[in-house]
């Protein structure tokens, strides 16, 4: 199976796109730029969003659930919102078909053309604010702390396999709060609960930090991101939280009495994680031999592969693999038995390396008669003999190791590919012969920023929220700068 | 609270409208047709999503997701199926708005006109067997079992909160199988999902059968229903299971190998469920007090009402009151302290029983005093009292109790208002003046059945799988009939 991956050294976006398709997760469909998420694919969605969902609630969130289509009036109220987002916007002006009189088939039906075009949701803040326009009079009635599990549509001309399509399945909190401190400290918390996430679940290290003005939301007064580094140098931002301010509740009238009973506008978040996060985890984690899953959001933590000549032989291995899968259940790991009769076990190993399975055990007619199991490790491919009875000790304890191992070579790896530049020319050698993550000095223009972004093509991920004060020189300009600033070419 | 709800005798479809809103479940948005659902009412749908998708996973399906939007030209492939969905699609025909030249604000930029019209699913099947073509090649490819939880859109004229509206939240199952027998008894193994699910989580006792060809799925060969009587007689069509034959997989060109190397077209069924089902599960249970949810579906299961004068009676109640919350969550089920300061505790009762909470606990100075507390049940609105250290055993019990009382509840006034009828003078005297479910006989033809519903406006709602064989005379023809059918009027 692994054979049919192109080597990612050679081709890295060929890589990723074959391991895309060979390992069962999407493919495109006949509508240009939207995905089918096939079942494999969709099962790590349904990991991550039952965990982001835990976090959600846990930080006292609940979900809802709001329309799908956006009147287009709804757009223009806020300025900078409708720039935007209005290039890709799919636009809904009929609401029925008809057949053809002269014989041409099925017809949009030209008189059922909507008053008002409905937009497909790009992200929903406008039609939500609309409706927290009625639910929102007092400050009785905040925080409101919703979240909604949705697909959105932006009509994206050049699209990638989970990384950028025009459909993608995401969420998108949007909070309402009294005070402007309590709105930052929900953009703060929020891109926290990301961080969180990407580190400990997707064993993926982020550096969190402000968007340049340039880089932020349209609508919003700040961004705040997490941003990580692919395996061929270029960046992913994985997750964005935004300060709104004020602006969605003046565009849309939500004033509340506050505790004085003096009027206010209201203050807004919103946050939104998508499928583009498994094109992260694919990308960040993964080898020439296939994906490799953090045992946290794999779908099958555990195969078991039996080696057997004849029927007897299988038969004797079932009953004891069965027992250990069963075993391994009630501890918790979700396992899978692969007797599948067609399939060899050199193509069933090989499978489930491109799957990504975190752990897989083979029992062999040696292995019965020595009470044994052997233990792969998918992401360092070692393997090891272990005493039957002591397999769901030691997998407690390996799935432990191999979701901090993950995280660790991860981490290594951006470590070794994050520069401190200091000249332009560095910058552009480094830009182009190495990629990675570029820590150097910039003057704070968006000028600046444009200039090094059409020279380059790369971006300001972030303001890193750690990023020490330290006088320098923008490599661009030569004008003086406070701190260094994120630089690399980007997904 | 409650009194603010219409008595349900005296209007019906106005209790239904000021229960869904006064109760914070749902409310119209600004896009016609199309609802908000609120906090409280998603959450009742992720309970009715959690326990389906374990049901659908127990019996071998699979979750995934295929894209929002179909090209025109799939819906034509499938005769009958484009004639029950084409007048009711809505229709994405540009991609991009801009800012008009004449000052006229956002329009939609004439020059991005697709050039094939994308619908809005209204269903999925033919996108997903489009998909299903490159995926089937031999038997070994089969049975495909998948699931998709996703948003439809169908342009309803006349809408009613979670009943009928232009979107709404559903799953659809679309599978794919090697044989005739295998795909039928698919479709039957679902509706009997459907059934269980109703009866054993919803406390919605249904009936199971077959839809007449009028009233089946365009383009199913058979479609199985679980039917629900509401209190006002109406019945509801709460799930419905198709078999649709090989009329897919030709539409499509989806032909397989089977076993012994001859080509066949593959065999299809689906199945959905919808957020209409929220509007069941109020119309079925509740009362002119307020929403009565079956504690399985219940958000919240448990509410403690702290009584008290001064404050530190309340301080005192709320370290016993927090304590028990522990105890209960522990014990797994969902509870809520409501200590709100502003308002009282008649309020906090009248809001509990509007809200459907199965259970009350109330905890006063001489509770206190005694080591008890006071358990009021949603369904029957008594009250007792317990000991404290009595109470999770107590609630244990007590849930199973309401849970099966809300059942059988619905299930005496089904029987109550079911009739076997024989005369057409009967059957439009009991249409008009008492509704409910008529058990009477139809001489098959589907002008006999057209000419009721003209007259009547009541439908066969299904012939149930176990009618028994009766020689009898159609009510409306006098023609022989072998079987009673299901007839009422319907939401």
Redesign the interface.
Known sequence: MAKFLTNKEENYAQWYNDLVIKADLA?N???RG??????YG??I??HIQAQLDRMFKATGH???????????????REASH?EGF??????????????DENGK??V?DPTAKLEE????RPTSET?IW??YK?WIQSY?DLPIL?NQW??V?R?EMRTRLFLRTA?F?WQEGHTAHATKEEAVEETEKMIGVYSDFAENYMALPVIKGYKTENERFAGALDTYTIEALMQDGKALQAGTSHFLGQNFAKAFDVQFTDKSGKLDYVWATSWGLSTRMIGALIMAHSDNHGLVLPPKLAPLQVVIIPIFKADDQLAAISVKALALKTELEKAGFSVKYDDRE?FKPGFKFADSELKGVPVRLAMGPRDLENGTVEVARRDTLEKETIPLNAVVGHLKKLMDDIQVNIFNKALKFRQENTFSIDTWKDFLEVIDNQGGFILAHWDGTSETEEKIKEETKATIRCIPFDAPPEEGKCIYSGRPSGKRVLFARSY
Chains 1, 2 share one sequence.
């Open positions: 493919e469909s006949a509508v939207c995905m089918v998420i096939k079942p969709y099962a969605w349904e609940v979900n809802a659930y709001f329309p799908l289509f956006i009147p287009k009036s709804f757009f223009s409708v209005a290039k890709e916007c799919a636009v809904v002006t009929h609401y029925r078909l008809k057949m088939g099925i949009v075009e409905l937009i497909v039609i609309n409706s009625n009785r919703i949705a697909n549509v009509w459909e399945l067609n």
